[in-house]
């Protein structure tokens, strides 16, 4: 007997084992990020006049915001495509990807020297600056993600603000302010919805246009006129592959059953935005000859060769194979290829590729700035979990409600 399906809060304890595992390692990057703002960068870094930048941009900041693509890549298909059978999976990934740009937004705050300056950008516009656009974009975005997710907040609360004591009071008044919230969201909510999914190609764009200006501080194999549009087409293509990888995650983590007939039909979508971002990965490498580099083996070669193969060749064939598309591991396997390929794009960008001819040394990140990128991912998988126990994201079969109701479409 089927039944309708509904975002429901998970009845998950949240203290598990793993849990306490990533509670360690959130403490020990948060005792790292305050010897960072206490004794400054250079007494927890390895950053330098050579090397101004590191893993934190490498992977808190440039990966970060390409993996949580997800978000905007999903809201075009469930809500500008209108494509209604893919709702279930709309808000995990819209929840991924509002933490993935908090974690970038505060990833760039303790990147800067003078983290107090971050608001200049605000009021000090420059328009001639790549940086700047990002920055804009970025905080713009990230704002449309957190009213995007309040329709979720105005749900779980509706009929239920109970606040004891003297503040009983303004219970009546609380509700009403959320239903004035909802129904007003409800009829707004497109003009977020379209302006997250422009956001988002320009802030993605921009970020390879940063790499661009560096000139020929990089290496030849990724320095190329057309970066911006590469790191468009990657975002682009891993936003799926994230969607299939948090939501099989999630289902192992949490004992639920695997969404495949919503992955696997987004597993189909993926070859073809792999493929487009591979023939101008290879067509980039032909027209510019850039190929010779690959005669000799290097770091710069290997690494460049196990991001094409493993990142890109591997999953586009295992995403056109139907028994991949059927299969829980198989397709976990492909969209891991995949997020890991993406990832392994942009530290080859920001810190392989890049070489400053006046460098002394190479640049290899400290335990701090390891630990604290480490302790930013477990902070992440921390408000998530948290997130989906006490928020309606995760669709589950409904048996109190018919399948007429209003929660069984609602995205």
Not at 335 to 353: D, E, K, P, Q, S
């Amino acid at each position: 007997m089927s039944h309708s399906m509904r975002p429901q809060p998970l009845d998950r304890k949240f203290v598990t084992p793993g849990v306490l595992v990533l509670l360690l390692l959130a403490a020990n990057g948060l005792v790292w990020l305050g010897g960072r703002f206490l004794f400054g960068l250079g007494a927890v870094t390895n950053l330098s006049n050579q090397y101004p930048w590191g893993i934190w941009i490498g992977i808190d900041v440039a990966a970060g915001v390409a993996l949580a693509a997800g978000g905007f890549t999903t809201a075009a298909l469930g809500h500008v495509m209108h494509r209604a059978q893919y709702h279930a999976v709309v808000r995990p990934a819209l929840l991924t990807a509002l933490l993935g740009y908090t974690m970038v937004a505060i990833g760039v705050s303790i990147d800067i020297g003078r983290y107090y300056y971050i608001w200049h950008p605000l009021i000090m516009w420059n328009g001639s600056s790549a940086l700047f656009e990002v920055g804009i974009c970025v905080m713009i975005y990230m704002t449309v993600l957190y009213i995007e997710f309040l329709p979720v907040v105005t749900e779980r609360f509706i009929g239920r603000v109970n606040l004891p004591g003297a503040l009983a009071r303004l219970n009546t008044p609380l509700d009403r302010l959320l239903r004035l919230l909802d129904r007003t969201l409800d009829r707004t909510m497109f003009v977020f919805i379209i302006a997250g999914v422009v956001l988002s190609t320009l802030h993605q764009s921009s970020l390879g246009t940063l790499m661009v200006i560096a000139g020929q501080k990089m290496h030849p194999l990724w320095q190329t006129p057309i970066l911006p549009l590469l790191f468009l087409l990657s975002a682009v293509a891993v936003g799926f592959p994230m969607v299939i990888f948090e939501s099989l995650l999630a289902a192992r983590s949490f004992g639920l059953k695997p969404e495949m007939p919503i992955l696997g039909r987004l597993g189909r979508m993926v070859a073809p935005l792999l493929g487009i971002y591979l023939a101008f990965k290879l067509g980039d490498l032909f027209v510019r000859e850039t190929f010779v580099y690959l005669k000799t083996v290097s770091v710069v070669s290997v690494m460049y060769v196990i991001e094409m193969l493993f990142g890109i060749v591997i999953p586009l064939r295992m995403f056109m194979t139907p028994a991949v598309q059927k299969s829980p591991g198989l397709l976990f396997t492909a969209a891991t290829l995949v997020v890991g390929g993406v990832l392994l794009n942009r530290v080859n960008n920001f810190i392989v590729a890049y070489t400053p001819p006046y460098a002394t040394h190479p640049y290899v990140p400290s335990v701090g700035e390891i630990s604290v990128t480490v302790g930013f991912i477990a902070i992440l998988v921390l408000l998530y979990r948290a997130a989906v126990i006490f928020f309606p994201v995760i669709s589950l079969p409904d048996r109190s409600l018919t399948p007429a109701s209003k929660y069984s479409v609602r995205g």
